[in-house]
Structure formats: C-alpha cells, structure tokens
C-alpha cells in the first residue's frame, strides 16, 4: 500500500521557504562578521605551524608516519586552541558571554526551548513547552515542574466553550492529568453518547493489549499434501497490497506470488487447483450501514482495502467480493510467473496442508498507528475480529465487540454505560463516555503498559497528520498546532474529539469531547478544535 505524502508537509512548503529567506541572510552575515577573526586567527596559528613544520622536518628526504601522526596532532591541537580563544571570552558555565549578554538583549519571551527565533505572533501558534517535561511528566516522573492546572480555572476556560450552540443540546467534557490519572475537569463524564470514529481508541488498546505490539498477521499459500490444489490462505492482513509498491512495510501479494511460483517450480509443478481460504473470520461480513465507501466487506483476505481506485485512505469505490477479487489477482500474478491457475473458488485448507510460501504484516504497532492517523475503517473492523481471534472469541461483529470490552475490563477501566457494536464507530447504536475514553487514554500513556503506547503515536497531530492535517487554521484554534494530538469521530449530528494535549507548563492532559445533535458539522469541528486549544494555551492556575 502506496502512503502519498501528507497534505501537511505540501502545506508546509511556504513555512520552509519563510524560513530559508530568515535563515540565509543571517548566514550571510554570520560569515562576513567572522572573517576578520579567522584572519587574525591565521596570524596567530601560521607561524605556530611554521615553527611545528620545521622542528619535526628531519635531516632525510621523507617524513615518517609517527613524524606526520605528531605534526598533525600539534597542529590540530594549535587550531582549535586559538579557535577557542577568539571565539571566548566563557562565563564559568561553559557558555560564551558574548552569547549570553546578547540573549539577554534580545529580552524575548518563547517557550522553555523555543524562545527569541520563534517568531511568535498573535497569529501564529505558540512556542512549545520543553518535550523534556512533557515526557517526564507522561511517564509519571518527578520533575519539579509546575503543578496540573486547577479544576476551576479550567471551568473557567472551557464552560463558555461548551455553551456554543453549534455543539448541539447534548455534549460531555472530562480533562485529565495524564501522570497522576487525576480528573481536572468533568462535564457530563459518565454520560454514554455515541462516540463515532474514537470507538478507534478503544479498539487500538483492546488489540495491543490482547496480542502485543509485535504481532504480525500472516498470509499464506498451501499445498495439499499428493495434489495440485493451492490454497490461498487469508490471515486477517488488512495491509495486504497487489500494487507494484508496497509502502510502509505492507505485505505484498506480488511477493507472496513470485515466492509461491518459485517454490511450485522447485516441485515441478506448472499448473494448480487455485482455491482461497476465508474461514478465519466468522458472521456477517457486511457492516450495518450497509455497503457504503467507507468500508469494504470485513473479511481475512483482501488486497488495498478492496479499493476499486489507488487511494490509501478514505471513501472509495470498492469490490463487490474483496477475497475473491484478491484470489483473482493472485491467479494473475501467479501466471505472469509461468503457473497455470483455474479459476480460482472458496474452500478452507486442511490441517495437513504444507506451506508454501507466505508474507507477514508489519507490527501490530504500526499497523494500530495507521488506523489511528487515517481514521481507517476497514482496519478497525479486522483488527477487532483479531481480538476476538487471540482472545478466543467469535471473530464476528458482535464477537469483535465482546472481546473489545473484555479486554478493556481487564485493564480495568470504567465501562458503566458503554456498549460496543463494532471497531470502527460507524456503528450508531456504539455508547462511550468521556471518563472510558480519557481513562483510555491515560493507560496508553502509563509506565506500566509500554504495549500501548502507540495509541498515543498514533492520534492525528493538529495541522499535520491524518485527520487533523486540515484543521486548527483558524486564529482562536493555533495554538493547538503540534501539541494537541487527538482522534476525531464523525457522523451526522455527531462530532467528537479526544486525545492528549500539552499545556503551557509543559503538562500532558488527556481530553474528551463528545457531542450529538449538531446539525452544523464544520461549525461544531471548529469549536471542538478551539476547546483544545483553550488547553493548550491553558496554565489554568
């Protein structure tokens, strides 16, 4: 699968060539003001040189190598001592003090990293808080860092927000400090609405903590054991790909084909029984909402998503039998390869059928990250019939739902008025609150589950990846621009946001938005956006 570039590095190409016409006459002028130095420097050092040259200038033709080795050594030594020293005057603590009465010039109020160049406006976002203090704090470390903002300074900021009329007549809010696990804020916590797409966030804990970030899926090709029937054996990859390049590590149909080919050859085989195997997955493969662009039959064998175009993400036109339409490609690619194929049918290999060739998924953890970033609905819904798979549940819908919340209650987090449906949230019949999805959150964040972590990297970066890269441009919703990463949930008359954010003084918040009944759907965005926002430029003490 083919990952074209981000939006948000094309929109970042004005930003870069701003940054080019600041950087390049500073360089400029960097250079000439050094000049006159390195000419007295070279006053200095030459007749140093001079001195070293002839003192180890022996009586025959040649230098010797040990002779050479000293020279270059004294003279290296030489160098970088007067470089030293035109360069000083040094305060006691290592730093020029040209360099420190000029930064203390400049008077210049940033960041704790990103002051004086920052080019901070009232337009612009913000100078991020110091990503030292941010991971000490996520990681639950002590850092002397300022305290978590104060519950009712954050009801000061964010209870006008929520009165926006765009949200709808039924919105909930919770803030949490993601170190402690301490709520700072709670509006309507315990209240379930339907969460749409961040039913995402849910379904990427359930299967990280079920099967572990490094697990892998699998598709095969097997053979009969005293037949020419091959079997294409669906592993529930929903990275597989039958384009010439396979980005991001996906697995490739083309390889599996090129392998199986050679390995047929070597049993000097030239024509098979194609048939492909389905049985991995169980129930319905169609979603409720009916066949719709936004998601393909859920089944353990499909090649790009059973996309009828080369798009990667998104709505699409899609096949009408993803596992059939993938076995049909196989079977071309097979004969592109000099292997004769029949047409190929459904039927489940047997227990004692050899392996002939096979291709894996990336991890788990990229593959969570992915389905994060780009909101991507076909891979939630196989990744909770994986759930169900390594858990030992039913690999249906319903089933997929089941092991979802029986891994959350493991985990021991707060399901009181949760129901799940399916992994995506396309499901409208789906209830979360705010406290499941902050506390969600949260554990991803925690020391003690490293396997989750990826939930974290995976949520959307305000004006860069994924879903958000076209959000945060309005003036009231900059400041969130790189620090708030959060996953979005879309449906009519539902619009949702949750995720993390940095505030201020360097602390990470977890946070949850969830609204219904809006009918204004960009409007209700916006105000979400400048709800995180609110926190990130929020100290709130």
Same mark, same amino acid.
């Given at each position: 699968?083919?990952?074209?570039?981000?939006?948000?590095?094309?929109?970042?190409?004005?930003?870069?060539?701003?940054?080019? /016409?600041?950087?390049?006459?500073?360089?400029?002028?960097?250079? /000439?003001?050094?000049?006159?130095?390195?000419?007295?420097?070279?006053?200095?050092?030459?007749?140093?040189?001079?001195?070293?040259?002839?003192?180890?200038?022996?009586?025959?033709?040649?230098?010797?190598?040990?002779?050479?080795?000293?020279?270059?050594?004294?003279?290296?030594?030489?160098?970088?001592?007067?470089?030293?020293?035109?360069?000083?005057?040094?305060?006691?603590?290592?730093?020029?003090?040209?360099?420190?009465?000029?930064?203390?010039?400049?008077?210049?109020?940033?960041?704790?990293?990103?002051?004086?160049?920052?080019?901070?406006?009232?337009?612009?976002?913000?100078?991020?808080?110091?990503?030292?203090?941010?991971?000490?704090?996520?990681?639950?470390?002590?850092?002397?860092?300022?305290?978590?903002?104060?519950?009712?300074?954050?009801?000061?900021?964010?209870?006008?927000?929520?009165?926006?009329?765009?949200? @709808?007549?039924?919105?909930?809010?919770?803030?949490?400090?993601?170190?402690?696990?301490?709520?700072?804020? @709670?509006?309507?916590?315990?209240?379930?609405?339907?969460?749409?797409?961040?039913?995402?966030?849910?379904?990427?804990?359930?299967?990280?903590?079920?099967?572990?970030?490094?697990?892998?899926?699998?598709?095969?090709?097997?053979?009969?054991?005293?037949?020419?029937?091959?079997?294409?054996?669906?592993?529930?990859?929903?990275?597989?790909?039958?384009?010439?390049?396979?980005? @991001?590590?996906?697995?490739?149909?083309?390889?599996?084909?090129?392998?199986?080919?050679?390995?047929?050859?070597?049993?000097?085989?030239?024509?098979?029984?194609?048939?492909?195997?389905?049985?991995?997955?169980?129930?319905?493969?169609?979603?409720?909402? @009916?066949?719709?662009?936004?998601?393909?039959?859920?089944?353990?064998?499909?090649?790009?998503?059973?996309?009828?175009?080369?798009?990667?993400?998104?709505?699409?036109?899609?096949?009408?039998?993803?596992?059939?339409?993938?076995?049909?490609?196989?079977?071309?690619?097979?004969?592109?390869?000099?292997?004769?194929?029949?047409?190929?049918?459904?039927?489940?290999?047997?227990?004692?059928?050899?392996?002939?060739?096979?291709? /894996?998924?990336?991890?788990?953890?990229?593959?969570?990250?992915?389905?994060?970033?780009?909101?991507?609905?076909?891979?939630?819904?196989?990744?909770?019939?994986?759930?169900?798979?390594? #858990?030992?549940?039913?690999?249906?819908?319903?089933?997929?739902?089941?092991?979802?919340?029986?891994?959350?209650?493991?985990?021991?987090?707060?399901?009181?008025?949760?129901?799940?449906?399916?992994?995506?949230?396309?499901?409208?019949?789906?209830?979360?609150?705010?406290?499941?999805?902050?506390?969600?959150?949260?554990?991803?964040?925690?020391? #003690?589950?490293?396997?989750?972590?990826?939930?974290?990297?995976?949520?959307?970066?305000?004006?860069?990846?994924?879903?958000?890269?076209?959000?945060?441009?309005?003036?009231? /919703?900059?400041?969130?621009?790189?620090?708030?990463?959060?996953?979005?949930?879309?449906?009519?008359?539902?619009?949702?946001?949750?995720?993390?954010?940095?505030?201020?003084?360097?602390?990470?918040?977890?946070?949850?938005?969830?609204?219904?009944?809006?009918?204004?759907?960009?409007?209700?965005?916006?105000?979400?956006?400048?709800?995180?926002?609110?926190?990130?430029?929020?100290?709130?003490?």
């Amino acid at each position: 699968m083919v990952v074209p570039e981000l939006r948000a590095w094309r929109a970042a190409r004005p930003l870069l060539a701003r940054v080019r /016409q600041a950087v390049v006459p500073r360089l400029a002028r960097a250079a /000439q003001a050094v000049r006159p130095r390195m000419a007295r420097l070279t006053a200095v050092v030459k007749p140093h040189v001079v001195r070293v040259a002839r003192a180890g200038r022996p009586r025959s033709r040649g230098l010797t190598t040990p002779q050479l080795t000293a020279v270059a050594a004294t003279v290296g030594l030489a160098l970088a001592a007067a470089a030293a020293t035109a360069a000083g005057p040094w305060d006691s603590a290592g730093q020029r003090t040209a360099e420190r009465d000029r930064a203390a010039a400049w008077g210049r109020e940033g960041g704790a990293d990103h002051g004086g160049e920052s080019r901070t406006t009232a337009e612009a976002p913000a100078p991020a808080p110091s990503a030292a203090s941010v991971l000490a704090d996520a990681l639950g470390a002590d850092t002397g860092t300022a305290s978590a903002p104060a519950g009712r300074a954050l009801a000061g900021v964010l209870d006008p927000l929520l009165r926006d009329a765009s949200l @709808g007549p039924r919105h909930t809010a919770v803030v949490v400090d993601v170190a402690t696990r301490r709520r700072l804020y @709670g509006k309507g916590a315990d209240d379930a609405l339907t969460p749409a797409s961040t039913t995402k966030i849910a379904t990427a804990v359930a299967v990280l903590s079920a099967a572990g970030p490094d697990h892998r899926f699998t598709t095969r090709t097997v053979l009969e054991p005293g037949t020419d029937r091959l079997v294409l054996v669906g592993g529930g990859d929903p990275t597989l790909t039958a384009r010439r390049k396979a980005g @991001g590590g996906w697995a490739s149909l083309r390889t599996l084909a090129d392998e199986t080919a050679t390995a047929l050859k070597k049993r000097h085989l030239g024509s098979v029984t194609l048939s492909y195997d389905t049985s991995l997955f169980t129930g319905e493969a169609l979603h409720p909402i @009916g066949v719709n662009p936004n998601l393909a039959l859920v089944t353990p064998l499909m090649a790009d998503e059973g996309r009828t175009d080369d798009s990667t993400s998104g709505p699409a036109g899609r096949v009408a039998d993803p596992a059939a339409d993938a076995a049909r490609r196989f079977a071309d690619l097979l004969q592109g390869h000099g292997i004769k194929t029949s047409a190929p049918g459904s039927a489940k290999a047997t227990p004692h059928a050899q392996t002939v060739a096979s291709v /894996q998924s990336p991890p788990l953890s990229a593959v969570v990250e992915r389905m994060l970033t780009t909101s991507d609905n076909d891979m939630a819904e196989v990744l909770a019939r994986q759930t169900a798979v390594v #858990s030992g549940g039913r690999p249906s819908f319903d089933g997929g739902a089941a092991a979802i919340a029986a891994q959350l209650r493991k985990l021991g987090l707060p399901l009181t008025g949760a129901r799940f449906h399916d992994g995506s949230g396309l499901n409208r019949d789906d209830r979360l609150t705010a406290d499941l999805l902050t506390a969600l959150l949260a554990t991803a964040g925690s020391p #003690s589950h490293p396997e989750l972590r990826t939930v974290l990297t995976g949520l959307p970066i305000a004006g860069f990846t994924g879903t958000l890269s076209d959000r945060y441009e309005d003036t009231a /919703q900059r400041s969130g621009i790189g620090v708030v990463r959060a996953k979005t949930g879309s449906l009519t008359g539902v619009n949702t946001l949750a995720g993390t954010v940095v505030d201020t003084e360097g602390r990470l918040l977890a946070f949850a938005f969830l609204t219904d009944g809006s009918m204004d759907q960009p409007t209700a965005r916006a105000a979400l956006d400048g709800m995180a926002a609110a926190l990130a430029r929020c100290g709130c003490r």
